[in-house]
C-alpha cells in the first residue's frame, strides 16, 4: 500500500536561513513525487514534482527537491526562507498505474522574521 | 487562479439533509478529483472521474456520491449528513489521467453540518 509520511508537524525557521521539509514515502513500484503547499483559506497549489531523471527536482517560488530513492525520501528546500512562505505544506504520491493520489498528513512552515 | 471553479464555497445544512457541491474543471482538463479535508484525517481521497467515467475511488461514504457529466463539471452528493461530515471539499483537475500529472484545485467548499 502506498504512505506517505511528514514526521514533522511544524517547521520553524528564520528568514533568510535555508529550510526543509521533511517527506518519506513507500510505493510499490517506480514511485512520482510531488510537493503542494496551502495558504489559509485556499486550495493546493501545485510546487513541484519528480518523475523519472535528475534527482534534484526545481520548482516554483524558488523550491527544490531532492528525491533519494534508497532513503526513499523527497525532502523540500529552499536556500532562503521569506516570510511570505509561511503556509501548510503537502509531500503526495502515486505509483506506476495508479489514480490516488496519497497525500502527507502536511507539515506547517512557520517563517520568522 | 487556478482555474478549477468550486460553488458554494460556504454551506451550512442540518443533520440528516443532503447536499451538492459543483465542481468546474479547468479548460481542457478532462480528469476531476475530490478531496475531504479536516482537522482528524487531513486531507484524504475521495473519488476520480476521467472523461465522465469513474476512474479511482478512495475513502468515499455510501452516503456519498459523484458524477462527471458531458460537459466535464462533476457533482458531489453528500446525503444523510452527520456532524462528522463538517470540512473543507476541495475538486481538483488535471489534464490527463496518468500518475505523473500534478493536479489544480479548487478553493474548496467548506460544509458546516450542524
Known amino acids: 500500500a502506498q504512505s506517505v509520511a511528514q514526521p514533522e508537524d511544524q517547521v520553524n525557521v528564520a528568514e533568510g536561513n535555508p529550510l526543509t521539509v521533511k517527506c518519506t514515502y513507500s510505493?510499490?513500484?517506480?514511485?512520482?513525487l510531488f510537493w503542494y503547499v496551502q495558504y489559509p483559506n485556499r486550495g493546493l497549489q501545485f510546487l513541484l514534482k519528480?518523475?523519472?531523471?535528475?534527482?534534484l527536482v526545481k520548482g516554483s517560488y524558488g523550491f527544490e527537491a531532492e528525491f533519494n530513492k534508497s532513503q526513499t525520501s523527497f525532502h523540500l528546500k529552499k536556500p532562503s526562507a521569506l516570510v511570505s512562505d509561511s503556509a501548510l505544506y503537502f509531500c503526495?504520491?502515486?505509483?506506476?498505474?495508479?489514480?490516488?493520489?496519497?497525500f502527507g498528513a502536511g507539515t506547517r512552515l512557520f517563517v520568522k522574521a | 487562479d487556478s482555474g478549477v471553479t468550486q460553488t458554494p464555497k460556504h454551506l451550512i445544512t442540518a443533520t440528516g439533509q443532503r447536499v451538492t457541491l459543483r465542481c468546474s474543471p479547468r479548460s481542457g482538463d478532462l480528469s476531476v478529483y475530490w478531496y475531504q479535508q479536516s482537522l482528524d484525517q487531513g486531507l484524504q481521497f475521495l473519488i476520480q472521474?476521467?472523461?465522465?467515467?469513474?476512474?479511482a475511488k478512495g475513502n468515499i461514504l455510501e452516503r456519498f456520491s459523484a458524477q462527471q457529466f458531458p460537459d466535464l463539471h462533476s457533482e458531489l452528493n453528500l446525503s444523510s449528513l452527520e456532524l462528522g461530515d463538517s470540512a473543507l471539499y476541495f475538486c481538483?483537475?488535471?489534464?490527463?489521467?496518468?500518475?505523473?500529472?500534478?493536479?489544480?484545485f479548487g478553493q474548496g467548499t467548506r460544509l458546516t453540518v450542524v
Open positions: 503526495a504520491v502515486r505509483n506506476t498505474g495508479g489514480f490516488k493520489t496519497i
Open positions: 510505493v510499490s513500484g517506480n514511485p512520482y
Open positions: 519528480y518523475i523519472t531523471g535528475d534527482n
Open positions: 481538483a483537475s488535471s489534464v490527463e489521467q496518468g500518475p505523473y500529472t500534478e493536479a489544480f
Open positions: 472521474y476521467y472523461n465522465g467515467e469513474e476512474r
